[in-house]
């Protein structure tokens, strides 16, 4: 099949944003976790962390346009902190539900099952049942220009997982911590680990490492 | 396990590296074919791929500081053009070893042993062997100042892949395509689709679309 660029101008919306979203490929499902200045905690799942450095450690998030008149932006521009939380596969129905349009004074916590839990000095909340925690600084936000999104970009400050899936070499396996993927906005995968490769030089045969 | 931010700031560079990049979690991995212009092709492996938006339809990928000295980004900007490549898992090997640092004059198509594919009046190379292929078009590119990286946005011009995979609402099913997933930097994985749901309500139970 060969989708043309005017095929892309003509689609029907909704079929569109679902093609391109799922052309986009795998992501780790996280759940967003955030409290306003008045107290309200907020969860919800996205599906567009990138690795932008180690150091120091940056990971960025896309907004879509007016994302600031949502909770979730909202409070993290408020407060300048907010928590991502990778859940294992089997929690993927209350991890979806955490992107309904619940009103401003519900908490997605609550809604879905999920328990916050907390860090001392640290006022952004966490799900406890969560696999992978971390909590995040808000760095910057830049405004996308060609389509008004915004990267957010934020420092961690810290790490918290189980680490019995942490390798000699610092490698964190998700695998291993059944940790639930997506695909687009809707769809859920599992994964297996398949190996990982030794750095490749050239004119060098592939190898694996050990695990 | 906790890691603080005074543990990461302390930590091996090499180690911190891995550790932060495997914690970004599943991506796609994704084979960038560009043509430089003087006809030299090149092929290399990313992870950062990033969907921006659907209206346009438009991909972001993240480049470390001084990329524009290598050859895929250089040839980016040179000519404007490059294409996005999805393998199956089972090319893992030859995926990863685009990675190696070959001479300026060698194309990693023939040293992995992928073969090149054009389409007419488009001049960057396709892998042909690869189950979702995407020419794009390059519109913009940001440098973040926080740490050097660049963000480079383009535009999809064509999209290639089996229709078979494609649902009638337009979600491709890349677990179905067996398509290669990467974790961090030499970690790769096998996807199983779990399932996809309805868009979420509050105040009602979360439901899977019938596939």
Redesign the interface.
């Known amino acids: ?5 005017n095929d ?1 101008l003509s ?1 029907n ?16 499902a ?1 759940l967003i976790g955030t409290q306003s200045k008045t107290g309200q905690t907020n969860l919800c799942i996205f ?14 998030l ?1 907004f879509r346009p007016k994302s600031e008149e949502r909770d979730t932006l909202r409070s993290i521009l408020e407060t300048g902190y907010y928590t991502l939380n ?1 859940v294992s ?1 089997d929690l ?2 209350q991890a ?8 401003n004074n ?1 908490s997605e916590f609550a ?1 879905v099952g999920l328990n916050e839990e907390y860090l001392p000095e640290f006022e952004a909340p966490f799900v406890q049942q969560a696999v ?1 925690k ?1 909590a995040m600084k808000l ?2 936000k ?1 405004e ?1 220009k ?2 008004g ?1 915004s ?1 957010v ?1 934020g ?9 019995r899936t ?2 000699k ?7 291993q911590l059944n ?1 639930l ?1 997506c ?2 906005l ?17 004119g ?1 045969r ?1 190898t694996e ?1 050990d695990l």
């Open positions: 099949m060969h989708i043309k660029i892309l689609m919306e909704r079929y569109r944003a679902t093609l391109i979203n799922s052309l986009a490929g795998y992501k780790t996280v599906n567009s962390l990138i690795h932008l450095g180690a150091n120091p450690a940056l990971f960025g896309i990778y596969s993927y129905k979806h539900q955490t992107s309904a349009r619940y009103d519900q809604e992978v971390i760095e910057e830049i996308l060609i389509n999104t990267l970009i420092s961690i400050q810290d790490i918290i997982f189980d680490e942490l390798s070499d610092g490698f964190i396996d998700l695998t940790t993927g695909i687009g809707d769809a859920y995968f599992n994964s297996t680990l398949l190996s990982r490769l030794n750095y490749a030089k050239p060098e592939t490492i």
